[in-house]
């Protein structure tokens, strides 16, 4: 606890000591921890689908040689695999992406 909120302290403290060009409203800081944290729900259609679609095609969709085992335009099959998905997705933004997706609710 005591780590949490000594970084929560520094973090102010960069934002104070001119780390930003133009001063941030208080307010401003609190909206936007919670958008984060709340309100960002990744869509599997629209936000995973196409990731795995650019990169593993043709063996993971339809026709494909383990489309029956491991379809990867079903999410349970994302689901099971979890984060052994990192063997093959390098990418930072997409694991970030896999990884919200895992700990939302379904
Ligand atoms: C050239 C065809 C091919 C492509 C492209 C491909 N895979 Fe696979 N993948 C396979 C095959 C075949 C298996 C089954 C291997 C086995 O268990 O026998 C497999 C299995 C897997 C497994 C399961 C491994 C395990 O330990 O259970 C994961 C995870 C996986 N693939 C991820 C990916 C991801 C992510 C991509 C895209 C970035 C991808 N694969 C692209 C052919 C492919």
């Known amino acids: 606890m005591r780590t949490v909120l000594g970084l ?9 000591s ?8 208080a307010t401003a800081i609190p909206t936007y921890t919670a958008t984060r944290s709340t309100k960002t729900r990744v869509d599997f259609e629209t936000e995973l689908k196409p990731i ?21 335009d079903t999410p349970a099959t994302i689901r ?3 984060t052994k ?5 390098k ?5 970030k992406l896999i990884e919200d997706f895992l700990t939302q609710t379904p």
Do not use: N, W
């Open 8 to 16: 929560v302290g520094a973090g102010l403290l960069l934002l104070e």
């Open 18 to 25: 001119g780390g930003l060009a133009k001063p941030v409203p």
């Open 52 to 72: 795995f679609q650019s990169k593993c095609m043709p063996c993971h969709f339809s026709g494909g040689k383990v489309y029956d085992r491991l379809p990867f």
């Open 80 to 82: 099971k695999l979890g």
């Open 85 to 89: 998905l990192f063997t093959r997705i």
């Open 91 to 95: 990418d930072e933004h997409d694991r």
